[in-house]
């Protein structure tokens, strides 16, 4: 068996295990981040029936997966990096999920193309929960307006999505975006890397994004 597919499956069997911990049924979406890999690499998942693949930069996700996308209707194709705007009306054609929505101008630009194309995305917005100056994403305190510029543009926004501080306390991160997700409504949130997909759980993730664990480190 491939080395991925057997990463896989023991993260399936830690999940399971911490939601039998956590008395929750809801088995997140893991997101296989493929970002940097070959398609050569990512075969073996694909073959084995994997069905959500995330990517980090618009172009080289077209090279590798366009193809594949067209032959295969079951594939997810996830946006996980952040969108330039001038980027939107390609990532909408090939991607059925943008997990980077962080402006109003990539709110508006996504709101046009979606229309161009008659194709909608569903879109989480990301939020920069440990306020972090270099990091992109809504502040919290902005997200309700936010939230309203996006019902009026039509978007299809179905959850948050956070990159948390580095070192920082991951609970106290992924409590409050789930709080934040509550208030709203919202369905999804997506939450939870390679090193803290369980944590995650805790807080009730439905989409973790792992790429390490899954197909080895990046050079
Ligand atoms: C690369 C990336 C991941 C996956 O990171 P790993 O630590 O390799 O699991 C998840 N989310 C985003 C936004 C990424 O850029």
């Not at 893991?30 to 693949?53: M, N, Q, R, W």
């Not at 995305?121 to 920069?128: A, E």
Request: proline share 3%; charged share 25%; aromatic share 6%.
């Amino acid at each position: 068996m491939h080395q991925s597919i057997n990463n896989l499956n023991i993260i399936k069997s830690q999940i399971i295990e911490e939601l039998k911990k956590l008395n929750n049924n809801e088995f997140p979406k893991i997101i296989a981040v493929s970002k940097t890999f070959p398609i050569e690499k990512i075969e073996p998942l694909l073959d084995y029936g994997h069905t959500h693949f995330g990517e980090n930069k618009v172009q080289e996700a077209i090279l590798k997966w366009s193809n594949v996308k067209s032959n295969n209707e079951n594939l997810k194709l996830h946006l996980v990096g952040k969108l330039q705007t001038n980027k939107t009306k390609q990532a909408i054609k090939l991607f059925d999920y943008i997990h980077s929505l962080d402006s109003i101008k990539l709110a508006n630009e996504i709101s046009k193309q979606q229309k161009k194309i008659n194709k909608k995305p569903k879109l989480f917005i990301q939020i920069n929960i440990g306020n972090e100056q270099q990091k992109s994403g809504i502040n919290k305190n902005e997200l309700n307006d936010f939230y309203s510029v996006c019902k009026e543009l039509e978007l299809d926004v179905v959850g948050l999505m956070c990159l948390p501080p580095l070192g920082g306390d991951l609970d106290n991160y992924f409590s409050e975006m789930k709080e934040l997700n509550n208030k709203l409504n919202l369905k999804e949130l997506s939450m939870g890397m390679s090193d803290d997909y369980l944590i995650a759980l805790r807080h009730s993730s439905t989409f973790v994004r792992i790429g390490t664990k899954i197909f080895g480190s990046r050079s």
